[in-house]
């Protein structure tokens, strides 16, 4: 027997064959944070982002108690409260810019403002930013009127109020590197908030490595069929990165990676992360950026080339979204909190809880990851080098077939090239980096190396 062909018995060994996934190793205080996830907090959270009357970009921003500068101002001061446990590492700001008349949906120019904490990492020498966001805007059915109320209770109450208990929960803890929390306006007019921070974040060279989006993250029963699905979230991630030079696409035609955008690795690092921390909630891939011909405040983000997904719920109740709070033919319009189903936005809060933590604690990712393609054989050899940063304990492999949405193998190994019994013509590979808690970086596609 050649020794490398021990060798890869002896990494066998080491296979994780969970459904899904690559991390073995169970880290307790994650646990813990998810068991701090409360549902009541989330309903109070809704209720008083309700409690503003309206949440209109363009509303009222004097009043103490309603419109949108009342709720900025309430989400900056709970933000202060949670940057107390933080030994001051949490600080919060009302990030305001000037947006000009659209013709559209900004009929003046006007003052918006996103609500922004920033919770700094341990190693400062560690640059990788993950930023959170919900939108903090209503509307009613007139995406113009910003007088009427426009309770948007789960359109956008639920993103904001999840990432609000996250930012609460995660003030508490000490990450390796910086996680931004953000309650964005003019999502409705055209999103606008999260296009200022995504160019902010590009034009200040911020090393986002994550961008994750909660918009409509509540309701578990859609209108119309009636269908209730309280097991199940979307997570939607772009196919071909919307930045992709000629060189790159060149790499994905040759290498067939057209479901291997980082956006993806992410949306599958979700799934696998959920599938680990989270009873009875299940990550379903949409394999599109959003929505059909919809867009979000990830998608900004992906426009200047960030990894950046959405969580959006399994059913969407159209009798909500986006309706004036009426009643016609008895039949009850408007986003109220009655229709919310908080167990199920739990969940959904446990999920992105489970992810953020994960990646805020994980090495660096691999750099130069490759796959050797002198020889032709029928074993795999991938290679890649040490990044600096945080220690690393290992890397794992990961393998699926062509035609899998998600990893089905893990191999752990704990130097820099694994020599794999696994044809790169029948499977595809990504690497990570993890620490001996499991913390896993986002997975890292070969490319070829002659
Ligand atoms: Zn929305």
């Given at each position: 027997m050649k020794p490398t062909y021990i060798l890869n018995f002896l990494m066998l060994l080491f296979t994780?064959?969970?459904?899904?996934?690559?991390?073995?190793v169970d880290d307790p205080e994650i646990r813990k944070m998810i068991s701090e996830v409360k549902s009541e907090n989330l309903e109070a959270t809704v209720k008083k982002l309700v409690s503003f009357g309206t949440r209109h970009?363009?509303?009222?921003?004097?009043s103490a108690t309603r419109g949108i500068g009342a709720a900025q101002r309430w989400v900056k001061s709970e933000f202060d409260n949670y940057a107390l446990a933080s030994n001051g590492r949490m600080t919060s700001e009302i990030d305001f810019f000037t947006i000009k008349a659209d013709g559209k949906r900004i009929k003046n120019d006007s003052q918006l403002g996103n609500v922004m904490a920033t919770l700094k990492g341990t190693d400062v020498t560690d640059d990788r930013v993950i930023i959170i966001s919900g939108h903090l805007d209503s509307r009613a059915t007139d995406v113009l009127d910003a007088i009427i109320d426009a309770p948007g209770a789960n359109d956008d109450g639920s993103g904001v109020a999840a990432m609000m208990e996250l930012a609460r929960i995660m003030s508490k803890r000490e990450f390796t590197f910086t996680i931004v929390f953000v309650a964005v306006v003019g999502e409705e007019q055209g999103l606008y908030g999260a296009k200022y921070l995504a160019d902010k974040a590009k034009e200040q060279q911020w090393n986002v490595i994550a961008m994750i989006n909660n918009d409509m993250i509540g309701n578990s029963l859609s209108s119309g069929t009636q269908l209730r699905d309280n097991r199940q979230v979307r997570v939607f991630s772009e196919t071909i990165p919307y930045l992709e030079t000629e060189a790159e696409a060149k790499i994905r035609k040759s290498t067939n990676r057209?479901?291997?955008s980082p956006s993806r690795q992410l949306a599958r690092y979700i799934k696998t992360v959920t599938n680990q921390y989270v009873e009875q909630l299940d990550i379903k891939l949409v394999?599109?950026?959003?929505r059909f011909l919809r867009g979000g405040d990830h998608t900004p983000f992906s426009q200047n080339g960030f990894t950046a997904i959405r969580f959006c719920e399994m059913n969407e109740n159209y009798d909500q979204q986006h309706q004036t709070v009426r009643k016609e033919k008895n039949i009850q319009y408007g986003d109220l909190p009655?229709?919310?189903?908080f167990e199920y936005m739990k969940k959904v809060t446990c999920s992105n809880l489970a992810t953020l933590s994960n990646l805020a604690w994980s090495p660096k990712a691999p750099k130069n990851v490759g796959i050797e393609v002198k020889d032709l054989t029928n074993f795999s050899t991938l290679v890649w080098d040490k990044p600096e940063g945080k220690p690393v304990y290992g890397y794992t492999v990961l393998i699926r077939e062509t035609s899998s949405p998600i990893w089905e193998k893990a191999i752990f190994v704990k130097n820099t090239k694994a020599e794999i019994p696994y044809s790169k013509d029948n499977y595809f590979f990504a690497v990570q980096s993890v620490d001996e808690l499991g913390h896993a970086s986002l997975p890292v596609f070969p490319i070829p190396i002659r």
């Open positions: 994780v064959s969970t459904a899904v996934g690559q991390i073995s970009t363009l509303s009222d921003t004097k057209d479901n291997d394999y599109r950026n959003d009655e229709f919310m189903d």
